[in-house]
């Protein structure tokens, strides 16, 4: 019997919650097969099966909370597979010797006759059906007598799917049952008229809240802003789009303009790309940008490493590629370490103005907002319409004085709004 044991997760990271079981208990397993997911502060991570057999039990349920080195689950390698991998030997032992070849036939017009009349031709008490132990249990955990089944196998034996096929049968024949509340709520009792529902939060849903409330309690945190006229770079991405993408295949955004130009500003007030360990202050002499991404599970912060060594083509790549593992549930626990600063852009879902919150040791992060077109004034006497932006610094006031932070945000304003200085400086 191989035990299956969550293995070292990553440094710091010590138990995880179990989010799907991929395999069920009496589904055979190829070796290398993940059989469950597991949701960690961090990332998923799926563990997989070393040795191939059939997945006996499994000691723990989705929502439990498992730690490095408890065994999940029991895998017999004992060459016992499911029926889907065809008949063991056992089984086929138990057929010889329940069943002479020669009686095949009159089992055959038997069962027909079975299925005719619903008349057994023997009593009860000697008929013990044929079914793999992977099936018996499969049964037990339906509360399904394997008696009460009328297999499609001439041989007798009872298989998955007739199991499946008479619980469906049974479950028609019911009244529809009440619809049940969503995985992880729960029904509050009070007053009907005001119905309430209560969700367990999700491992990476209560990290994210305790990250959230942690820099709000350790850092001096304040927020700077500022606007930049978007019209040189939206011109320029309008000129240059489409040969980008040509040349590059990926689109060019704007992501990739205001990384370069947090870069630039990070290389001018480098305090802003530090952190706090005890009583020293580290100044980072790389530029590893996080950007925030929003998912379903909440948001994740994966890194663009070495941004200052990219072109766009190359940060447009790795940001699209980030992403998409986000979203797919793919990121690794590497892709989420380490940053020394972060973007987050509240813009893509219509944000106009907030104060984004410190993806913490990091001592600063840019907001980015909605682009919005608003009266300018050019001179005192012309006004125009411009797009628009307005950008935020929140920042850890322990390390970062007001003018260093407002400098920042100035630098940054400088080079989005001159395209030309972007590509010269960033």
């Known amino acids: 019997m191989l035990e299956i044991k969550v ?10 919650t179990v989010a799907e079981w991929l395999k069920q208990p009496g589904d055979y397993v190829e070796k290398g097969e993940d059989i469950v997911e597991l949701e960690t502060d961090k990332v998923n991570v799926e563990i997989a099966a070393d040795e191939a057999g059939t997945l006996e039990e499994t000691l723990f349920e989705a929502g439990d909370t498992v730690k490095v080195g408890d065994v999940i689950a029991k895998i017999n390698t004992g060459g016992e597979a499911s029926e889907s991998k065809g008949d063991t030997e056992q089984e086929q032992k138990e057929i010889k010797e329940s069943k002479p070849e020669s009686d095949v036939e009159a089992d055959k ?11 057994s031709g023997g009593s ?25 089944i009328n297999p499609r196998d001439p041989l007798g034996r009872v298989r998955r799917e007739d199991i499946d096929e008479y619980e469906a049968k049974q479950t028609s024949s019911k009244p529809a049952p009440a619809p049940a509340p969503e995985k992880g709520a729960k029904e509050e009792k009070g007053d009907p008229s005001k119905p309430v529902e209560r969700i367990k939060m999700s491992r990476r849903r209560k990290t994210i809240a305790n990250r959230l409330v942690e820099a709000q309690q350790t850092a001096a945190m304040l927020t700077t802003f500022n606007e930049v006229d978007m019209t040189n770079l939206m011109e320029l991405r309008k000129r240059r789009k489409d040969k980008f993408l040509d040349d590059n295949g990926v ?17 001018k007030y480098p305090y802003v790309n530090a952190e706090i360990d005890g009583d020293d202050i580290v100044l980072k002499k790389f530029f590893d940008i996080g950007v925030a991404v929003s998912t379903n599970d909440g948001l994740v912060v ?8 990219m072109d ?8 699209g590629a980030l ?8 990121l690794g626990l590497g892709d989420l370490q380490g940053g020394s600063f972060t973007i987050t852009n509240g813009g893509v879902f219509g944000s106009l103005w907030s104060t984004p919150i410190l993806n913490t040791p990091q001592v600063g992060i840019l907001g980015m907002h909605k682009i919005q ?33 407002v400098g920042f945000l100035v630098k940054v304003k400088e080079l989005i709004e001159d395209p030309e200085a972007l590509l010269l400086e960033g």
């Open 7 to 16: 293995p070292e997760l990553a440094e710091s990271v010590t138990e995880g």
């Open 109 to 119: 017009k038997a069962v027909t006759a079975e299925e005719k009349t619903g008349e």
């Open 124 to 148: 009860e008490s000697d008929h013990r059906p044929l079914a793999s132990p992977a099936t018996r249990k499969y049964a037990r955990e339906k509360g399904i007598n394997l008696d009460d």
């Open 251 to 267: 689109k060019l955004g704007f992501m990739s303009f205001f990384t370069k130009a947090v870069i630039g500003a990070l290389k």
């Open 302 to 309: 994966p890194v663009v490493r070495d941004a200052d060594r």
């Open 312 to 319: 766009f083509a190359g940060i447009e790549k790795e940001i």
């Open 323 to 330: 992403a998409e593992k986000a979203h797919n549930k793919k």
């Open 373 to 405: 077109m608003r009266p300018v004034a050019i001179d005192n006497e012309r006004f125009e319409n411009r797009p628009m932006m307005y950008i935020a610094l929140s920042y850890d006031h322990r390390i970062i004085d007001g003018k260093d932070a």
